[in-house]
Antibody, heavy 122, light 111 residues
Framework: QVQLQESGPGLVKPSQTLSLTCTVS??????????WTWIRQHPGKGLEWIGY???????YYNPSLKSRVTISVDTSKNQFSLMLSSLTAADTAVYYC??????????????WGQGTLVTVSS | QSVLTQPPSASGTPGQRVTISCSGS????????VNWYQQLPGTAPKLLIY???QRPSGVPGRFSGTKSGTSASLAIVGLQSEDEAEYYC????????????FGGGTKLTVL
């Protein structure tokens, strides 16, 4: 059974860079076909796709966040990570890692982590 | 403002049939498949329907999805109290070089 677990700081200061890691168990990030994804949910709001990475290192980001986002993968640790720079209060959200089944336009997110709340505040 | 439009709320009594709509455009629903996610209170979203009408293993048959043109619907028949949750639709949007978009969510209350 595939499981994803986010980890990282719960509180970050404005203008700083957020760094989160997703640890994958029961599967390997090196297996082709899956795209490893970050999604966030602002408090009481809907979902926002941040971007994804393939095991080769190929990435694709939400155009609205692209200038501030970096997603990387560490196949030796079976993890993938998110970095989001120039934080503001508007980045306060629950951050989820998820598995994109195909990385294609007809794909879907079939496995989700439990999510981690990140608050941006001084 | 979400790209896909859902009603903010829906309700029904146990045993009833409830539908939740999701409206988009030619750049998302009109050209790609739709997925639905269920988010129980305090938990992560869970895949409910994929590729318009496919149910993952373990999802009860009383959940079904349809798509027509630039709109999609989720139907729940035989509503149960444990169905009380937030429901989100999602599709790939081909604008701006492409990105995933979601609906704003529909809070389903079982009366």
């Amino acid at each position: 059974q595939v499981q994803l677990q986010e980890s990282g700081p719960g509180l970050v200061k404005p203008s700083q860079t957020l760094s989160l890691t997703c640890t994958v168990s029961g599967d390997s990030v090196k297996i082709g076909g899956f795209y490893w994804t970050w999604i966030r949910q602002h408090p009481g709001k809907g979902l926002e796709w941040i971007g994804y990475i393939y095991h080769t290192g190929r990435t694709y980001y939400n155009p609205s966040l692209k200038s501030r986002v970096t997603i990387s993968v560490d196949t030796s640790k079976n993890q993938f990570s998110l970095m989001l720079s120039s934080l503001t209060a508007a980045d306060t959200a629950v951050y989820y890692c998820a598995r994109d089944h195909l990385g294609a336009t007809i794909s879907w997110f079939d496995v989700w982590g439990q999510g981690t709340l990140v608050t941006v505040s001084s | 403002q979400s790209v896909l439009t859902q009603p903010p709320s829906a309700s029904g009594t146990p045993g009833q049939r409830v539908t939740i709509s999701c409206s988009g455009s030619s750049s998302n629903i009109g050209s790609n498949t739709v997925n639905w996610y269920q988010q129980l209170p305090g938990t992560a979203p869970k895949l409910l329907i994929y590729r318009n009408d496919q149910r993952p293993s373990g999802v009860p048959g009383r959940f079904s999805g349809t798509k027509s043109g630039t709109s999609a619907s989720l139907a729940i028949v035989g509503l149960q109290s444990e169905d009380e949750a937030e429901y989100y639709c999602s599709a790939w949007d081909v604008s701006l070089n492409g990105h995933w978009v979601f609906g704003g969510g529909t809070k389903l209350t079982v009366l």
